[in-house]
Nanobody, 119 residues
Framework: EVQLVESGGGLVQPGGSLRLSCTASGFTFDDYGISWVRQAPGKGLEWVSTIYRHTSTTYYADSVKGRFTISADNAKNTLSLQMNSLKSEDTAVYYC????????????WGQGTLVTVSA
């Protein structure tokens, strides 16, 4: 059974930084892609970033490029999202999502962690 648990959310000032973590069980970061997806209040899901460990490839949404950094510790099966220069628009519930092959990039989901950016 695949389980993903996000942590690290909270209240942060605009321009501040926050680091999110996602700990996985029953899922390997080695051969599969894992992503961060967020949902702002009253809005739909927005893809944020994806890392593919087997190719050392990362992807970012334009809205976060240059500010967020995705990384994975395969030894600990932990995914991280370093969030810098946070804006109010970054306020959202952040989910980690693991793929089950290229046709199911968001097959597995965690429960999410809330990030609130406000002065």
């Amino acid at each position: 059974e695949v389980q993903l648990v996000e942590s690290g959310g909270g209240l942060v000032q605009p321009g501040g930084s926050l680091r999110l973590s996602c700990t996985a069980s029953g899922f390997t970061f080695d051969d599969y892609g894992i992503s961060w997806v967020r949902q702002a209040p009253g809005k739909g899901l927005e893809w944020v970033s994806t890392i593919y460990r087997h190719t050392s490839t990362t992807y970012y949404a334009d809205s976060v490029k240059g500010r967020f950094t995705i990384s994975a510790d395969n030894a600990k099966n932990t995914l991280s999202l370093q969030m810098n220069s946070l804006k109010s628009e970054d306020t959202a519930v952040y989910y980690c999502a693991g793929e089950d092959g290229p046709y199911a990039p968001f097959e597995y989901w965690g429960q999410g962690t809330l990030v609130t950016v406000s002065a």
